[in-house]
């Protein structure tokens, strides 16, 4: 995976000078509270989950930092699982939800016990939870940026969409809508649910295909793209532009058909890795420093000119990451003030 490192040596070494990471947090216990695993982004999110935090505590920066996942991706579920972590006396619990507003009352119960939450990718809206957010939005609005550039008289698309119910869902399809109307030559004539996963993408787009008309693109949310691939070919029907995300098939198809047909595109997505910004900045706010309750990470673009690069970096079955370092946290928190 690539690794990125976002502030200099000398940054690093004035901000600790200045007390920014000078108490010792080596006795405390944090834990993720993840909703779901169904798809190549959220295992590749606890693969780094396990490797940042797995040296973490071999280095006694912290005393454990296991994740937990639900079984189903319920709210319900994932409260109980939240106040379970409560009773077991975690310090910290670092939160990719499952819903917005459906998991406040068991945020709000761990605040009062005095644990730290520190929310993610899917961020929560209670207050006193601390959030770390990609601007989904315009994840979604990027993706009509671009096809006006390529498609200027305009075109059909098919929208795949990701996990029903989530905000990330909800956000991204809100950034794709928002280009509509800033592009009205662009129309929407399909729309599916492919939960971020190539055999969900790949089934729910091969139903509709019967029932539309030509599709020019498909602007999607990750790990959709090869499904909706798969599909247009398997119904014998014109491969349109597919604006992928990130994943490792996707990139993969992206190169075999750029080299093919000289086929272009774009790929969108946030970086798995972010599960490691939320850790870091959990252990920044047990140490004592003053962390800002909104922080927004830029999500991850690959173009035609850098496909080959972030191919090469990325794990096959994987996605393309970046994994934080304390310092990079320091670097985002700062820049949240």
Known sequence: MLKKSLISVAAVSAIFMAGAASADTADKRIALSNNYAGNSWRQAMLKSWDKVTG??????????????????????????????LILQGYDA????????????????EACSAGVTVVSFDGVVTEPCAWRIAVDFAKMGEVQ?????????????LLEIRGLAGVFVDDEIHKGIV?????????KIVGSVHGDWAQTV?????????????????????????????????????????IVMGNRHDELTWWKQ??????????????????????FWVAQQILDGKPVPKDMIVPF?????????????????????NVEYLQADALKVIASAK
């Open 257 to 278: 058909q750029k080299d093919a047909n000289k086929y272009e595109t774009m790929s969108v997505s946030i970086a798995p890795g972010v599960s490691t910004l939320a």
């Open 55 to 84: 040296k973490a505590v071999a280095d006694g920066i912290v005393k454990e930092a296991p994740a937990f996942t639900t079984a189903e991706n319920q709210a319900t579920e994932q409260a109980a699982q939240i106040q379970n």
């Open 144 to 156: 009509l940026d671009y096809l006006a550039k390529r498609m200027a008289g305009g075109a059909n």
């Open 93 to 108: 619990i670092v939160l990719n939800a499952a819903s917005p507003t459906a998991l406040n009352g068991a945020v709000k």
């Open 201 to 241: 993408a790949q089934k729910n787009v091969a139903g509709i295909l019967p029932s539309l008309p030509k599709v020019d693109a498909v602007v999607t949310q990750g790990g959709d793209g090869y499904g909706a691939a798969q599909a247009f070919k398997a119904a014998n029907r014109p491969t349109p532009l």
């Open 178 to 186: 928002a280009g509509v109307a800033k592009y009205p030559q662009f």
């Open 300 to 320: 991850l673009r690959i173009d035609q000119e850098n496909l080959e690069q972030n191919l090469a970096n990325t794990e096959p079955g994987g996605v393309a």
